[in-house]
C-alpha cells in the first residue's frame, strides 16, 4: 500500500516563530518528496523537494528534512510570516513511476501576527 | 511560466447533467491530471494522460471520464451529475519523469456544486 499521511490537520503558530510541518509513509519504494502549499480559491503551488538520496534541502525561510529510516519528512518555516497561512501537502514520487504523484491530506497553517 | 487554465472558477450545475470540465496548459507537457479536493481527504487523483489520447484511471474514477485530443487539452465529465461530485476540481499538468523529477503545475481550480 503507497501511503503518504499528514496526521495534523491543523497548526496554529505566532509570528516570528518556527512552523514545522510533518508528513509520513508507508511504503520505501517512494523515493522523491515534494512540499506544496495552497491559499484558498488557488490551485497548489510548488514549494520544494527533497530526493531521497539525501536528507536535507533547504530553500530560504523553508527548509525539508528526510528521515529514511522513520519514513518521515518535515517543512520547517522560519520565521513564520501571517503569508505563510496556507494548506500545506505534502507529495512523493513512487521509484519507477511516469509522474503520478501520492498526495497526503493536508495541514492548514496559521500564522498568527 | 507554466500556465495551466481552467475554464471555469464556479459552476453550478443540476443533478442528472452531463458537466465538461476543461483544462488548457501552454507549456508542452506530456502528462495531465485531474484531482478533486475534498476537506480532510486532500487531493485525490480522478485521471490522469500520459499523451494525446491516453489516459489512466487514477484512484477514484467512478462517475468520471476524460478526453484527451490534444496535448494541451484534457477535459473532464461528469455522465450524470450527482450531489456528491460536489467539489474542488484541480487539473494539473507536467514533463515526464523520464525528464527527472518534474514538479505538477496546478491550475486555480473550478468550485462545483451540483444541486
Known amino acids: 500500500d503507497q501511503q503518504v499521511k499528514q496526521n495534523s490537520p491543523s497548526l496554529s503558530v505566532q509570528e516570528g516563530r518556527i512552523s514545522i510541518l510533518n508528513c509520513d509513509y508507508t511504503?520505501?519504494?517512494?523515493?522523491?518528496f515534494l512540499w506544496y502549499k495552497k491559499y484558498p480559491a488557488e490551485g497548489p503551488t510548488f514549494l520544494i523537494s527533497?530526493?531521497?538520496?539525501?536528507d536535507k534541502n533547504e530553500d530560504g525561510r523553508f527548509t525539508v528534512f528526510l528521515n529514511k529510516s522513520a519514513k518521515h519528512l518535515s517543512l520547517h518555516i522560519v520565521p513564520s510570516q501571517p503569508g505563510d497561512s496556507a494548506v500545506y501537502f505534502c507529495?512523493?514520487?513512487?521509484?519507477?513511476?511516469?509522474?503520478?504523484?501520492?498526495f497526503g491530506q493536508g495541514t492548514t497553517l496559521q500564522v498568527k501576527p | 511560466d507554466v500556465k495551466v487554465t481552467q475554464s471555469s472558477r464556479y459552476l453550478v450545475k443540476r443533478t442528472g447533467e452531463k458537466v465538461f470540465l476543461e483544462c488548457v496548459q501552454d507549456?508542452?507537457?506530456?502528462?495531465m491530471f485531474w484531482y478533486r479536493q475534498d476537506p480532510g481527504l486532500g487531493l485525490r487523483l480522478i485521471y490522469f494522460?500520459?499523451?494525446?489520447?491516453?489516459?489512466e484511471k487514477g484512484d477514484i474514477p467512478e462517475g468520471y471520464s476524460v478526453s484527451r485530443e490534444k496535448k494541451e487539452r484534457f477535459s473532464l465529465i461528469l455522465e450524470s451529475a450527482s450531489t456528491n461530485q460536489t467539489s474542488m476540481y484541480l487539473c494539473?499538468?507536467?514533463?515526464?519523469?523520464?525528464?527527472?523529477?518534474?514538479?505538477?503545475?496546478f491550475g486555480d481550480g473550478t468550485r462545483l456544486s451540483i444541486l
Open positions: 494522460s500520459y499523451d494525446v489520447k491516453m489516459k
Open positions: 507549456m508542452d507537457h506530456e502528462n
Open positions: 511504503n520505501s519504494m517512494f523515493d522523491y
Open positions: 494539473a499538468s507536467s514533463l515526464p519523469r523520464g525528464l527527472g523529477n518534474q514538479p505538477q503545475h
Open positions: 507529495a512523493s514520487f513512487p521509484r519507477g513511476n511516469t509522474g503520478k504523484l501520492i
Open positions: 527533497i530526493s531521497s538520496i539525501k
